[in-house]
């Protein structure tokens, strides 16, 4: 019983580590979040500076097909006779040229818009780049808190060996099965007074008696092993 105490205390103590173990990289999960809006703001950016890059392009091939059309036109003047049918065709002329015009305007605004965007986007690949870099090595940080964690735990681990060989293998193999089916916390508790302090439930007359007497007893209750904390005031795995 005397070793137990101390099993328990370290096993107590990898539970923690097992805990902050899963705690740990929760703290990725804001960096994943992060990440991921700074993936649409770049991605948002690339596709306005494309749909205008695109806008250019369609304005140039419609410029191209409008002055095919006036070409058409233009050979067309020379075979009509008649002087309202060439009348027709010179004012189609002009207006498609008229149209022609408002495009170009279009492409200088656009050519401008262009400049600007690009300017944005490589200064918001600049600065997400910095954002990512950021996060990257916040991860990293993290990782290492990780590997740190685990490596505390499995130094704690080891310990326990030689306090199980020197324990009452009864003892822990019921110990094991408490703790099994508990999952944390606590399997062996002191009796606190005629109560169990894992469960605070009164302990039967009888058991009391017991375990006063030095013995070790489950809890008709919760089935932690009970045992007098006078006779075991020593234990710590410190
Ligand atoms: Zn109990």
Do not use: W
Not at 58 to 68: H, R, T
Not at 69 to 76: D, G, H, V, W
Not at 115 to 122: E, Y
């Amino acid at each position: 019983m005397k070793n137990l105490l101390p099993l328990q205390e370290l096993d107590l103590k990898i539970e923690t580590c097992r805990l902050r173990e899963l705690e740990i990289p929760k703290q990725k999960q804001k960096f994943d979040v992060q990440k991921k809006r700074l993936a649409v703001e770049l991605d948002e950016r690339d596709k306005a500076f494309k749909a205008l890059q695109l806008e250019q392009k369609e304005c140039e091939k419609d410029i191209e097909q409008k002055q095919a059309q006036i070409l058409k036109y233009r050979n067309q003047l020379n075979a009509v006779k008649k002087n309202e049918e060439y009348q027709a065709l010179l004012h189609e002329i002009d207006m498609i040229e008229k149209q022609i015009g408002v495009k170009e305007e279009r492409i200088l605004v656009v050519m401008d818009e262009i400049d600007a965007a690009k300017m944005r986007l490589a200064e918001d690949k600049k600065r997400i780049d910095l954002e990512l870099k950021q996060i990257a090595d916040h991860c990293a940080e993290i990782d290492a808190e990780l590997t740190e964690a685990v490596k505390s735990r499995k130094e704690l681990e080891a310990q326990r060996e030689p306090l199980l060989t020197s324990a009452d293998p009864a003892l822990v193999s019921k110990y094991n099965r408490i703790r099994t089916a508990k999952k944390t916390g606590a399997a062996i508790v002191p009796m606190n007074g005629t109560t169990c302090s894992g469960c605070n439930m009164t302990v039967t007359a009888q058991a009391v008696n017991e375990i006063l007497g030095g013995k070790v007893h489950a809890c008709a209750h919760c089935g932690r092993l009970l045992y007098n904390p006078e006779f075991y005031l020593e234990t710590s795995v410190g």
